[in-house]
């Protein structure tokens, strides 16, 4: 069962506008939230994170917004730039006393310049 | 380069082979883990290290699969009698153990090819 869904698996954006990732899960225990950015033959990069206590988390052009109730959370890129074309994951962790992140399956972002 | 690095990189084999992968986590890092990634699917989580001890591992690690982490450093990933299903990037990953649940740093993973 997937844990954890990336329902979209590519996006196209044009330069400048704003990127929207999607995320849904299904596991109320899940109480961390993280973006991972993957490029081709490197392992994943940490992006941005989010603890259930909260709703929205900001790092620069990048946030992420939780929507506990919707089990579902979205990772806000504005503006976009050609060099954040990647595979952006979504994961989660839970309470569960285990440390493991489940993984969705990705969505492949393309920026066009 | 303080990251987290793995050896091989690739290694193609044929099936029925066994495989050794090495993982060298951050230094000083507490927490250690073995991920699986397939074509078209995210990281899938197969065993996890505090320290010296292996404290889970997923029903994915087929007892065909053994981790060892000696001494809480590097650790290693071996599969024995390989499947065409073992094709896959093997991804290692570490964190600090500072927090309950605190960022993974991953390595550029091994990808295995079993003919």
């Known amino acids: 069962d997937q844990q954890v869904k990336q329902n979209s698996p590519s996006l196209s954006v044009q330069e400048g506008r704003i990127s929207i990732l999607n995320c849904d899960y299904t596991n109320s225990m899940f109480d961390y939230f993280l973006w991972y950015k993957k490029y081709p033959a490197e392992g994943p990069t940490f992006l941005i994170s989010i603890s259930s206590i909260k709703d929205k988390n900001e790092d620069g052009r990048f946030t992420v917004f939780l929507n506990k109730s919707a089990k579902h959370l979205s990772l806000h890129i504005v503006p976009s730039q050609p060099g954040d074309s990647a595979v952006y994951f979504c994961?989660?962790?839970?309470?569960?006393?285990?440390?493991?992140?489940?993984f969705g399956t990705g969505t492949r972002l393309k920026v066009l310049a | 380069d303080t990251g987290v690095s793995q050896d091989p990189r690739h290694k193609i084999t044929k099936r029925g082979q066994n495989v050794t992968f090495r993982c060298d986590p951050i230094s000083e890092h507490n927490r250690l883990y073995w991920y699986r990634q397939t074509l078209g699917q995210g990281p899938e989580f197969l065993t996890y290290f505090q320290n010296e001890a292996q404290l889970e591992k997923s029903r994915l690690l087929s007892d065909r699969f053994s981790a060892e982490r000696p001494k809480g450093s590097f650790s290693t990933l071996e599969i024995q009698r390989t499947e065409q299903g073992d094709s896959a990037m093997y991804l290692c990953a570490s964190s600090s153990g500072l927090a309950r649940v605190d960022e993974q740093f991953f390595g550029p993973g091994t990808r295995l090819t079993v003919l």
């Open positions: 994961a989660a962790s839970g309470t569960s006393g285990t440390y493991k992140y489940i």
